[in-house]
């Protein structure tokens, strides 16, 4: 019923930046969304999460680098990410709360983008 399709996954060297984009099919102003990322041989993890208020939550892991923001008239989600280091390699989801609050849950996924930190 929803789809989320993330963009802006490539190649970037350490220390460079990246902008993600998730764009979903309907409105998300209602919704907390995140993005998740899982690397090879990891578990999927939380990087940042904002309820539908706008308030933001990020790993210890990004925080201070990553930035997640959302344009509820486009029903797209930002994540953007400075200061790049190669253990930021991944593929990088979308996801979409089934509530307000990303404590509610995450219900609707993209299918991710990779991002490739590396010289």
């Known amino acids: 019923q929803v789809q989320l399709v993330e963009s802006g996954g490539g190649l970037v060297q350490p220390g460079g930046s990246l902008r993600l984009s998730c764009v979903a099919s309907g409105t998300i102003f209602k919704n907390a969304m995140g993005w998740y990322r899982q690397a090879p041989g990891k578990q999927r993890e939380l990087v940042a999460v904002?309820?539908?208020?706008?308030?933001?939550y990020y790993a210890d892991s990004v925080k201070g680098r990553f930035t997640i923001s959302r344009d509820n008239a486009k029903n797209t989600v930002y994540l953007q990410m400075n200061s790049l280091k190669p253990e930021d390699t991944s593929v990088y989801y979308c996801a979409q709360g089934r509530g307000t609050g990303w404590y509610e849950g995450m219900e609707y996924w993209g299918k991710g983008t990779l991002v490739t930190v590396s010289l």
């Open positions: 904002t309820n539908s208020g706008g308030t933001t």
